[in-house]
């Protein structure tokens, strides 16, 4: 597979309940990050995590990474139908002298239902 | 909040004929980035530019692609001859610093007839 490979590929779920999204990547980073776009529209920062960080939050969002894994999770907890979006991961490839050019995964299509 | 802007939102052009999308970036920001998503597939990094000058450029961005920052707010990507599959989202970021994460724009969509 390739870097930044998100599953599930689509996950629907009822407005109230936690939605869990995983993000498998095969090279060493520098950070992974969490955007989320909506049909059609532009990509949306959610949240950056480093690779000496295990876990953080923001708001409803939690992010975990698991280095020795090449794994991210992104858990958002009592989901709204506003949710509703696509969700991707994205690696900073990592090396040095990088500028920083990110890697995306292909996404998880999250559908919460009101 | 700073926005990264992108205009046009949607521009419908010929085959064989240029065009110029447009960014301007948040202001304090030092580096730019270009990024394609074609209908239902990833998003691809296209090119970085830092320092007045591409750092990096992937596989795509061939020498039909050129990027520009013409007076110090604009930042801008040129394809000289249109493709039919260079039909795609055309997003636009920037940084402060690459480490603390980018700001995208929220695209052009470009359609090649």
């Known amino acids: 597979s390739q870097q930044g490979e998100e599953d599930p590929q689509a996950l629907s779920i009822q407005e109230g309940e936690n939605a869990t999204m995983n993000c498998s990547y095969k090279t060493s980073i520098n950070n992974l990050q969490w955007y989320r776009q909506n049909s059609g529209r532009g990509l949306v920062h959610l949240i950056l995590i480093r690779s000496n960080e295990r876990e953080k939050h923001s708001g409803r969002l939690r992010v975990t990474l698991d280095t020795s894994k090449k794994s991210s999770s992104l858990l958002i907890t009592a989901s709204r139908a506003a949710d509703t979006a696509s969700y991707f991961c994205?690696?900073?490839?990592?090396?040095?002298?990088?500028?920083?050019?990110?890697?995306f995964g292909k996404g998880t299509k999250l559908s919460v239902k009101p | 909040e700073p926005e990264v802007t992108q205009t046009p939102s949607h521009q419908v052009t010929q085959m064989g004929q240029e065009v110029i999308l447009r960014c301007v970036p948040i202001s304090n920001h030092l580096y730019f980035y270009w990024y394609r998503q074609i209908l239902g597939q990833k998003v691809e990094f296209l090119v970085s530019?830092?320092?007045?000058?591409?750092?990096?450029k992937s596989e795509i961005f061939d020498d039909q692609f050129s990027v520009e920052r013409p007076d110090g707010s604009n930042f801008t990507l040129k394809i000289r001859s249109t493709k039919l599959e260079d039909s795609a989202m055309y997003f636009c970021?920037?940084?402060?610093?690459?480490?603390?994460?980018?700001?995208f724009g929220s695209g052009t969509r470009l359609t090649v007839v």
């Open positions: 970021a920037s940084s402060q610093e690459p480490i603390w994460g980018y700001t």
């Open positions: 530019f830092y320092n007045n000058e591409i750092s990096e």
């Open positions: 994205a690696t900073d490839k990592g090396y040095g002298g990088s500028q920083g050019n990110l890697i």
